[in-house]
């Protein structure tokens, strides 16, 4: 049976918060609204942007939630065409994406992302080619609905019993339980690391040099 670890992206892969909260924050102004605090954006990083947007404005009408979708979508877009964008790779990924490849992994993607978005990203990075299987928000339920872990598992034909999720957020630590997968926590996201072993982490690294051990360590 072939073993797969699945990565998140924004916070696992790539340092994108910072890209995250200053499109959000003009989606908001677009629509005339104040805009969130940086802490409560970083805090759904990670989530489908309507769920994403339905937590930063709970009060908010199911228009005003479409019209912030539709803002936030154009800013981030306008920001990636204009080459201001900064989301680079988190120091050690590279190298540890190669190593687990090198082991015999089979590596997936399981993110809030669009394809688009993804795509961008991993062509950037000149990524695209070590993945075996790309999950995205545009065919799947929100994190941590299972469902994008369970693709991944189809694409790459490997059981719950052989896939580790690795991620910076409690939304990947519980789809990873919900699936039946080894859940990774990475320490230099978005949520703690208390929050991730709260929410059933199996180890939290520290660093990218440590997920190679981590997961090789997995029964």
Not at 41 to 52: C, E, N, V
Not at 101 to 126: C, F, P, Q, Y
Request: proline fraction near 5%; include cysteine; glycine fraction near 8%.
């Amino acid at each position: 049976m072939s073993r797969l670890a699945v990565f998140d992206c924004d916070g696992t892969l790539v340092d994108s918060g910072a890209s995250i909260c200053a499109a959000m924050a003009q989606g908001f102004a677009a629509c005339g609204l104040p805009a969130p605090t940086t802490l409560a954006t970083r805090s759904i990083i990670g989530l489908s942007l309507p769920q994403a947007i339905a937590r930063l404005l709970p009060e908010g009408e199911p228009a005003t939630h479409a019209l912030l979708i539709e803002a936030y979508k154009a800013s981030f877009f306008a920001a990636r065409q204009q080459g201001e964008l900064h989301e680079p790779l988190y120091e050690g990924i590279a190298d540890a994406i190669a190593e687990l490849e090198a082991r015999g992994w089979l590596l997936g993607v399981a993110t809030g992302k669009s394809d688009r978005g993804l795509n961008a990203i991993l062509e950037a990075h000149g990524l695209h080619p070590r993945f075996v299987t790309l999950q995205t928000a545009d065919r799947h339920p929100s994190k941590p609905h299972p469902s994008m872990l369970h693709q991944a598992m189809a694409d790459a034909g490997a059981a719950p019993e052989t896939t580790a999720m690795i991620g910076d957020t409690s939304y990947d630590m519980e789809m990873a339980k919900a699936a039946g997968a080894a859940a990774i926590g990475v320490a230099w996201g978005y949520h703690s690391a208390d929050l991730l072993r709260e929410a059933g982490a199996d180890a939290v690294a520290d660093r990218a040099s440590d997920l190679v051990a981590l997961l090789e360590a997995l029964p």
